[in-house]
């Protein structure tokens, strides 16, 4: 257990503490936005663990095998989480196929790294995932708000928290077909060029003991004459 460690185990604990803030008994249901304001403060802090983790497991060189394990657990727990929670919060803009479609994407993204790992090649998160990520968050914390305000006003400046949700929701969903082809693709180019490898290696393990057997062949026939009493070497 190391400091990256443990701010995975507070990403993985903010589970239950998102469910219960979207919940309808979280205690404080104000009309002025508390709850909204904070199942989107406990979401946005654990996204930011998300990358702080990761970053400083590779600046303290303490990559682990149970960080490589719950790291990707905390991430899924929490996107399901958030898309199970906003289908019943805010059914008006999170619709059920967005979310089976963002959460299918999530697993079959951690389908496809589990066989490269077998394979023995990793997948690295290309800048679609990333990108896709950034509107994600944004989309989660404008659709929670958009429960309880449809605009803000800055001074005199209004802020459409609808369209902002919308617009992030949508785009996250396009975002997620996009993403989960881009690494399919890689995938497949990756598993395509092992297998290739593997196929001369085997050819040329294959000849090489072809070869190595005629060897041994012709040198048994040239010291047979010898092994015979009764054969004359004249």
């Known amino acids: 257990m190391n400091l990256p460690n443990s701010i995975t185990l507070t990403r993985i604990a903010s589970v239950p503490l998102l469910i219960w803030a979207l919940s309808p008994r979280f205690p404080w249901l104000g009309t002025h936005g508390e709850q909204e304001i904070i199942a989107s403060a ?30 990707p657990l905390a991430d899924k727990l929490m996107v399901a989480a958030a898309f199970i929670l906003l289908v019943a919060y805010n059914p008006e803009i999170m ?35 990333k990108l896709k990520t950034v509107v994600q968050i944004v989309a989660i914390v404008a659709v929670i708000l958009n429960h309880r305000w449809d605009t803000w006003f800055i001074g005199w400046f209004p802020i459409s928290v609808r369209l902002i949700a919308i617009t992030a929701t949508y785009w996250m969903a396009i975002l997620s077909i996009i993403s989960a082809a881009d690494y ?43 092994s015979h009493p009764g054969v004359s070497r004249l």
């Open 95 to 129: 619709k059920p196929w967005i979310a089976v479609l963002v959460i299918g994407r999530e697993f079959l993204v951690s389908g496809l790294r589990s066989i490269a790992s077998g394979e023995g090649f990793t997948i690295q998160a290309s800048d679609l995932g």
């Open 42 to 71: 406990i979401f946005i802090a654990a996204s930011v663990t998300d990358g702080l983790d990761g970053y400083l497991a590779r600046h303290r060189g303490q990559i682990t095998t149970l960080g490589m394990l719950l790291d």
């Open 184 to 226: 399919f693709v890689g995938f497949w180019k990756k598993v395509d060029h092992v297998s290739g490898r593997r196929r001369r290696a085997s050819v040329l393990s294959r000849r090489r003991k072809a070869i190595a057997e005629g060897r041994a062949s012709a040198h048994s026939e040239g010291r047979a004459p010898a």
